[in-house]
């Protein structure tokens, strides 16, 4: 737990303006209710950012883009898992048995995991962050908050039917990583809520064949996993609304409608960011 303490500490800003004009002004996106006022940011360092939202709703495909376009680390405690996972030690065995039944990890393997990647980071020149799937307990976010401060929370949201059937549909590259989705998604409205249609994000021909599938992504276990979120994870964005950080995203379909929409509710311009990055 120290070596957490000690590596959450912030850290000085290269992109403080981009940071305040992101947070100072209110967005004018139908989509994003709940924006917290940001009107008074203290950008003494880089965004501190942390997406929250059911497996499957798309937080590592929105984080990792907009670490591509910030210049922040996005770090997935799920892929510290992972990674761990592929390895033959002792820890492997115990977290294999975990994860493949769709439950939490304990908050001391976590803490010990995203301490050594912060670490790595920090002596890389690393500043700032986007977390994807943490804070996943209210101690969690609790810890989180005793060592840091987070300025943004974005809880992405998605009806749970669609859900499933990312979840089912995704796909990873055994050789390069890169994740895919084979769902074709036309929902239907129900109960109120709108239609939904997602095209496949299908994999160049170099990665169609060593397509792979997590062996925590079968119906039971997805299903478990959201269960597994109601009761561990959600009560995270009662924590964060309760800060006034919190700023709920509904998906409004696919990555070509999504990401726009998030980045106006984010109040990001992906030009002026890129140029400033270059200036
Ligand atoms: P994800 O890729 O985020 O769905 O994470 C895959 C699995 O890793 C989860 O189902 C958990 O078993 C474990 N995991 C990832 N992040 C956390 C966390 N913050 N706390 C506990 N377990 C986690």
């Known amino acids: 737990m120290a070596a957490f303490t000690r590596l959450l500490k912030p850290s000085s800003s290269t992109s403080s303006l981009l940071f305040k004009r992101s947070l100072s002004a209110t967005s004018s996106s139908a989509v994003a209710s709940d924006i917290p006022n940001f009107s008074d940011p203290k950008p003494s360092r880089n965004f501190q950012w942390v997406f929250l939202g059911c497996p499957g709703v798309g937080k590592g495909t929105y984080a990792s883009r907009l670490s591509n376009l910030l210049g922040v680390p996005h770090i997935a405690t799920g892929d510290l898992v992972r990674e761990e996972l592929a390895s033959s030690g002792a820890l492997s065995r115990q977290l294999a048995e975990i994860v493949n039944q769709g ?44 060592v840091t401060e987070i300025d943004l929370v974005v809880n992405l949201k998605l009806r749970e039917d669609v859900l499933v059937e990312k979840c089912l549909g995704r796909r990873i590259c055994s050789q390069c990583g890169k994740g895919f989705n084979v769902a074709s998604i036309n929902a239907k409205p129900e109960n109120g809520r709108p239609g939904m249609s997602m095209a496949p994000l299908l994999p160049p021909q170099h990665c169609a064949s060593k397509l792979i599938t997590r062996a925590d992504d079968t119906e039971l276990v997805v299903k478990e996993r959201l269960r597994v979120y109601y009761e561990m994870s959600q009560p995270v964005e009662g924590f964060y609304k309760s800060q006034g950080k919190l700023m709920e995203f509904d998906l409004p379909g696919g990555i070509p409608e999504s990401w726009p929409k998030l980045l106006e509710a984010l109040n990001l311009d992906e030009t002026e960011v890129k140029q400033s990055a270059v200036a």
Not at 105 to 128: H, Q, T, W
């Open 103 to 146: 439950k939490l990890v304990s908050d001391e393997i976590i803490f010990n995991l995203l301490s050594k990647r912060l670490e790595a980071g920090e002596s890389k020149g690393e500043s700032g962050f986007i977390l994807d799937g943490f804070p996943r307990t209210l101690r969690q976010a609790e810890i989180l908050d005793e």
